[in-house]
Nanobody, 128 residues
Framework: QVQLVESGGGLVQPGGSLRLSCAAS????????MGWFRQAPGKEREFVAA?????????YADSVKGRFTISKDNAKNKQMYLQMNSLKPEDTAVYYC????????????????????WGQGTQVTVSS
């Protein structure tokens, strides 16, 4: 059974940085896609960033481009990170790690329904 566990959330001031981590266990396939989504109170879940299994293709939501960086560490057994810089109050949300059991086409990287597994989420609050 695949399990995804996020960590690294917390409270940060505007302009600050956080790094989220997602550890995948129970994964036996080598081609997959991992992504980050977020959901703010009263809003729908939205795409943040995604990367294919090689890390060769990445995608970002327009709202985080230039501020967030997604990365994977295959040496650490499918560990994924989201480096978040220049954080804004509107980045406040629960952040979810997601995994698809295939290497998704670029056009589907931002589609939540294409992901098969989800973590429990980690809260990120940006406030002074």
């Amino acid at each position: 059974q695949v399990q995804l566990v996020e960590s690294g959330g917390g409270l940060v001031q505007p302009g600050g940085s956080l790094r989220l981590s997602c550890a995948a266990s129970g994964l036996t396939i080598s081609r997959y896609t991992m992504g980050w989504f977020r959901q703010a109170p009263g809003k729908e879940r939205e795409f943040v960033a995604a990367t294919t299994w090689t890390g060769g293709v990445t995608a970002y939501a327009d709202s985080v481009k230039g501020r967030f960086t997604i990365s994977k560490d295959n040496a650490k057994n499918k560990q994924m990170y989201l480096q978040m810089n220049s954080l804004k109050p509107e980045d406040t949300a629960v952040y979810y790690c997601a995994l698809a059991r295939t290497s998704l086409p670029v056009s589907y990287l931002d589609t939540a329904g294409r992901y098969d597994y989800w973590g429990q989420g980690t809260q990120v609050t940006v406030s002074s």
